[in-house]
């Protein structure tokens, strides 16, 4: 039977700047993606999140859709300057009033909080007058501003998530520049990283020795990792696959489960990679109480000896010294991302063996396409076909003994996708964003269906 284990936890996901708007609303500070997304060039369409999904206003019914559904729980974020306007000192009680009405409502309604306390909104003034996680002390404003959340929420809230996708911020925002700062550089990837997972270690060092024990909750990080396959099965592909999983994934979660980054890292990129303090290594060895993954595609990795003059030379796969591929059969979705549900197994299976069996929950999953509003409703099997097909591969690795405790559907509802704009459509429920109607498309109901079903798929 193609059934997942009783307890299983479903549910969906989203993101503050992503759906709220209200960008100006309730005492909320600027971030750095309300400065990003009003900056001309940057988005597709002069696209912004000033309005999004207008969640801020509408986030009752909302949470009544999720309910109608049957999701068991709900993986949001809270936006640093709507908690702290300039990202330090005193919180802004419109921000906490609202947060604490969303919880309210999601326990009313039987749907588990899942808190992020960072998914990329940093506060605008820890941007320009602290340069954002390029800031050693960030790890201690972080921490701080966890705490307010722990302390004005954690009654209620028993799941948290200290940061979402570091890579991302790390890659992207500093080294790529495709997001806020939009900073193109060589080696600041790797010191916002350390950052980062200073800042995550810290604020988990302040849960655990402040309210874990009486709010009894569990805290954790949300990496994402894409697949890499060898393109052949030469040893020197097989390594290079390797090695791009643990440039990938293993640069976060390797000193969270082992104590420092990958020796391969250490090797290739010496001085360039910064050292843990002994007291750091401490703090972030065993901070996590779940491996939150999220996953989205697959990529061929080869070896690249020599990638100088390569056509991708963003720098992070000389580094790793890989050239990535795709296979002209896979299907993608609209951002383009190839749809292989197996390497989500051999993904699982990855983590498993490489952390010593983690309880897993994965905190998204989905993809974009082309859905359209035909009489009243959005057929979507194409989206279907991907869950499916996602969720035996997880199924495959359950039989292969991973712990994968839950998973989470990216996303609840369409919304702002970045640098994409509102061009990308990635939710169980579509978003007219003239009338901000939401319509749940096919998709939803055959979530809904599973959920329903204990967890049956076709
Ligand atoms: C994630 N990549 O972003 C984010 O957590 C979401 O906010 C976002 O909407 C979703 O995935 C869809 O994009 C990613 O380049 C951005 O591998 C980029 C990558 C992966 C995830």
Redesign the pocket.
């Known amino acids: 039977m193609k059934k997942f284990p009783p307890g299983f936890v479903w549910g969906t996901a989203t993101?503050s700047y992503?759906i709220e708007g209200a960008w100006l609303e309730g005492g909320k500070g600027l971030s750095i993606w309300d400065a990003f997304s009003h900056t001309p060039g940057k988005i597709k369409n002069h696209d912004t999140g000033d309005i999004a999904c207008d969640h801020y206003h509408r986030f009752k019914d909302d949470v009544k859709m999720m309910a109608d559904m049957g999701l068991h729980a709900y993986r949001f974020s809270i936006s640093w300057p709507r908690i702290q306007p300039t990202g330090v000192g005193k919180a802004n009680p419109e921000g906490i009033r609202f947060y604490s009405n969303l919880i309210d409502t999601l326990l009313e309604h039987n749907i588990t909080p899942w808190i992020t306390l960072y998914?990329w909104d940093l506060p605008l003034v820890l941007q320009f007058e602290h340069d954002g996680w390029l800031n050693p002390a960030i790890a201690d404003y972080f921490a701080n501003y966890a705490a307010i959340c722990f302390e004005a929420f954690g009654d209620r809230v028993k799941h948290w998530i200290t940061l979402?996708?570091p890579w991302?911020s790390a890659l992207?925002g500093y080294s790529i520049g495709h997001h806020p700062p939009g900073r193109i550089s060589r080696d600041d990837r790797y010191r916002a990283a350390h950052n980062l997972l200073r800042a995550h270690a810290f604020a988990v060092e302040k849960y655990r020795s402040h309210f874990q024990q009486k709010q009894k909750g569990i805290i954790g990080i949300t990496n994402?990792c894409?697949w890499r396959d060898p393109l052949t099965d030469s040893d020197a592909d097989r390594a290079a696959a390797e090695r791009a999983v643990q440039f990938f994934l293993g640069w976060f979660a390797d000193p969270i489960y082992k104590g420092d980054y990958p020796e391969v890292m250490r090797e290739q990129l010496g001085k360039r990679l910064p050292q843990f303090t002994a007291k750091e290594q401490e703090l972030i060895t065993g901070s996590s109480d779940f491996f939150g993954l999220?996953h989205?595609?697959t990529m061929y990795a080869a070896n690249a000896p020599i990638v100088e003059n390569s056509a991708i030379a963003d720098g992070m796969w000389q580094d790793q010294k890989v050239i990535l591929s795709s296979d002209p059969s896979w299907e993608k979705t609209l951002?383009n991302w190839n749809i292989v549900p197996e390497g989500f197994r051999r993904l699982l299976q990855w983590v498993d063996q490489r952390y010593g069996s983690p309880e897993i929950y994965v905190t998204?999953n989905g993809c974009s396409l082309n859905d359209t509003l035909e009489n009243g409703s959005v057929n979507d099997p194409k989206r279907i076909a991907f869950f499916n097909g996602y969720l035996n591969a997880a199924l495959g690795a359950i039989a292969n003994n991973v712990k994968l405790k839950g998973y989470f559907a990216?996303?609840f509802m369409d919304n702002f996708?970045?640098t994409e704009g509102y061009a990308q459509r990635?939710g169980l429920h579509f978003v007219n964003y003239k009338t901000g109607e939401r319509i749940p498309k096919a998709s939803a109901k055959w979530f809904a269906r599973v959920i329903q079903q204990n967890g049956l798929i076709d």
């Open positions: 993101s992503q998914h979402n996708e991302c992207l994402n894409d999220n989205y595609s951002m998204e990216w996303s996708e970045w990635f």
